[in-house]
């Protein structure tokens, strides 16, 4: 991130006018790239380290300071983490922490004049945030519904194998998990049965156990996912395992023969809760993932490259993985969501030169200059 920034900052550009008519060449024009002053970081609760990290090295080397405004969830780790920065002595004031439920701080600090620039990792809470910012720039990521296009040429063993670890790592609690298996009916049979088996393999409990799956964030997470459920057993889908629940804690369920008309099929679950819609066609597949509202990953798996770099073009998401399973990462590749999962793009380079502004400077000469670019 540092060197980044050190390439980024001094990169400073010389521009020369053009000798179009009226215009003579009297003009030097030096741009430079200065910050824009506070960062509002706001990390969410699943990576209340990690995504507050790559939200404050951006902001810092380009020479801005920030207000990290941690997930109400993860709290405590934010706070240990600032207190790591003030122990290695950055000056007091460069980063703050405030802390509270967004509900109640939200607005004053989203709307505060002194903020210039706001960084989200969330859910639709963002779109709210986006019409009280004002004039300032954004960067959010607001979650997804991940894609994962099945080819009959597929690798099944690499298939299963990636969406049980992106589809149920975190509990499923990930905007970059994989959300909904689009398979080649020809095919589907034989993936499912490999990806229930891995699925009955994932220990459950709590996570002071090392378990796979835990429990969810919140009792409401918890409900919204057994809403999702309860619509898609009522219309007929295929409970691979049987549905249990204690408390927040949900059993992995993979559920087969998920139709469009299932809400499912289109909601973000954000729990251990994954859909099979079984497709005729590649065209099929691409429907249903640009018919979402969300556009952030999606995945495909083929042996052949062609298809896959075809498939990508057509699919509208920031990011498609080909014979991976959705991932934020490594740090210093563009990271971006279209649609309702977000704006802006992230990444070190991306988030630097987001905050930052551009600053001209023109300098204009008594004699034109033909010489000159």
Not at 5 to 16: A, D, P, S
Not at 153 to 166: C, E, H, P, Q, T
Not at 294 to 314: E, M, P
């Amino acid at each position: 991130c540092a060197e980044e920034g050190v390439r980024i900052l001094g990169e400073g550009k010389f521009l020369v006018s053009d000798s179009f008519p009226g215009n003579e060449r009297t003009k030097y024009c030096l741009t430079s790239k200065i910050p824009l002053g506070v960062i509002l970081a706001i990390p969410p609760f699943n990576y209340p380290v990690n995504l507050a990290v790559s939200k404050i090295g951006p902001a810092l080397v380009a020479g801005n300071s920030l207000v990290l405004k941690p997930p109400t969830q993860g709290a405590v780790a934010a706070l240990h983490m600032v207190h790591c920065f003030h122990l290695a002595g950055f000056p007091k004031g460069l980063i703050s922490c405030v802390t509270g439920k967004g509900s109640e701080i939200g607005d004053f600090l989203t709307m505060h004049p002194g903020v210039n620039c706001i960084s989200f990792t969330g859910g639709d809470t963002g779109i709210a945030i986006s019409k009280k910012a004002g004039m300032i720039p954004l960067q959010m990521e607001l979650g997804g519904k991940d894609a994962c296009i099945i080819l009959e040429d597929a690798d099944l063993d690499l298939a299963a194998a990636n969406i049980v670890k992106g589809g149920f790592s975190y509990s499923g609690q990930r905007c970059t998990a994989v959300k909904v298996v689009l398979v080649m009916d020809s095919v589907a049979d034989a993936l499912v049965d490999k990806v229930k088996a891995k699925v009955g393999k994932l220990t459950v409990g709590p996570p002071e156990d090392d378990c796979d799956i835990t429990p969810v964030v919140t009792e409401s997470s918890a409900n919204f996912i057994e809403g999702l459920v309860m619509d898609a057993q009522r219309k007929g889908a295929t409970f691979c395992q049987e549905y249990k629940r204690a408390g927040n804690l949900i059993w992995p369920l993979l559920l087969d023969n998920v139709r469009p008309d299932m809400r499912i099929a289109w909601e973000e679950p954000f729990g251990p809760v994954l859909p099979v819609i079984r497709i005729n066609s590649v065209e099929e597949g691409i429907h249903h993932c640009n018919a979402s509202n969300f556009g952030l990953q999606g995945c495909v798996f083929t042996r052949d490259i062609n298809k896959a770099i075809l498939i990508s073009d057509a699919m509208e998401t920031g990011t498609v993985q080909i014979n991976s399973a959705p991932a934020r990462g490594p740090d210093h590749f563009p990271f971006q969501g279209l649609k309702d999962s977000g704006i802006g793009s992230q990444g070190i380079t991306n988030s630097i030169n987001m905050m930052t502004k551009i600053k001209t400077t023109v300098i204009n000469l008594p004699t034109p200059s033909y010489t000159m670019g």
